[in-house]
């Protein structure tokens, strides 16, 4: 069967404030069978413990999305000359109850995601999506790696004695056996705890933990070569919090820490995925009420575009 090397539009055929506002302006399609990535939203911000307005990230992110352009200047990836990638628009979660949300979301992506093996590139939301994309993920694959960039660990048993939100995510990964702990990183984490001891879980369960104190005044790149030695060949899953990045670099987030990653920084760990099985990723947290200058959308849109020139497959013009 030939694929469909869909392109996203250019500004030239139409200026980038027309047209309907996809993700990178590429073809919304109701399916993602016969790609070989998508770009999907979730518009959830019901699993959020401080300020609210994830559920516009999505669509806030694809508005920012059109100042991209199809090739890697960096990188020289061309992601759209060698991979089927489409949006395919938003999760249809339920707004009122949480877990029927997390239902729905796990249930889509297994239906209509990975049963086409397609790698999904998920528009968030608040951090919360990531348990059920990752129960959808180890289904497929069993218990996978994670490269987990944010300013927390997200490993709250519960919140409010909800066992589900967005700062319970990998307490619950861990528990339900999603994630392979010896290939698992958390970096970039700071800011003040409740506990003394607040990072300290990730790291009894085996996982490597790099807080953000480690990264200042230097570049990451030898740092990655590190990570991707860690992760090895097996499967990897990417979660991306918009709150890795200090507030001066995107304000536009629930729980802004300051101290964060530099937006070249973030690039340096983007790029040094290259190479891996990266089965999905997630960029979440973005909040558009908090953003009245587009940036941090913007910053977003552009780790996701990122995340897909490192897919498996992506050619690299000469």
Same mark, same amino acid.
């Given at each position: ?12 055929? +139409? ?5 309907? #506002?996809? +993700? ?15 770009? *999907? ?13 994830? @559920? ?9 999305? *059109? ?17 089927? *990638? ?49 129960? #959808? ?34 307490? @619950? ?11 698992? *990183? ?21 996982? @490597? ?5 480690? !990264? ?31 507030? #001066? ?58 995340? !897909? ?10």
């Amino acid at each position: 069967m030939n694929k469909n090397y869909y392109q996203p539009l250019s500004g030239n055929d +139409m200026p980038r404030f027309g047209g309907i #506002a996809t +993700m990178m302006r590429l073809p919304l399609l109701d399916s993602a069978a016969d790609l070989d990535a998508c770009f *999907v939203g979730v518009p959830l911000d019901v699993g959020a413990s401080n300020r609210s307005g994830t @559920r516009y990230g999505p669509r806030q992110i694809r508005t920012e999305s *059109v100042l991209l352009r199809p090739y890697n200047m960096a990188t020289r990836a061309a992601p759209f000359d060698s991979l089927s *990638v489409a949006d395919i628009g938003d999760v249809p979660v339920n707004t009122f109850h949480l877990p029927k949300a997390i239902d729905i979301i796990c249930a889509f992506f297994t239906e209509k995601i990975l049963a086409h093996n397609v790698i999904p590139l998920t528009l968030g939301g608040d951090h919360t999506i990531t348990i059920p994309i990752l129960r #959808a993920m180890a289904e497929k694959h069993g218990p996978v790696g994670l490269v987990h960039v944010d300013a927390h660990a997200d490993v709250n048993a519960t919140m409010f004695g909800e066992p589900i939100s967005h700062g319970t995510v990998f307490y @619950r990964a861990v528990e339900e056996g999603l994630l392979d702990t010896s290939r698992c *990183v958390q970096m970039g984490l700071r800011g003040s705890g409740y506990a003394a001891d607040d990072f300290d879980y990730s790291r009894e369960q085996g996982m @490597r933990v790099i807080q953000a104190e480690e !990264l200042w005044h230097k570049s990451l790149t030898p740092l990655m070569a590190e990570i991707r030695a860690q992760m090895g060949n097996g499967p990897v899953y990417v979660s991306y919090d918009i709150d890795s990045f200090d507030p #001066a670099v995107a304000p536009g987030t629930g729980t802004p820490e300051f101290g964060g990653l530099t937006s070249a920084q973030g690039l340096e760990i983007v790029r040094g995925l290259q190479g891996l099985n990266i089965i999905g990723a997630d960029l979440v947290e973005v909040s558009p009420p908090y953003d009245p200058s587009g940036n941090t959308a913007l910053l977003g849109a552009n780790i996701l575009y990122e995340l !897909l020139c490192t897919l498996p497959g992506v050619q690299y013009r000469r």
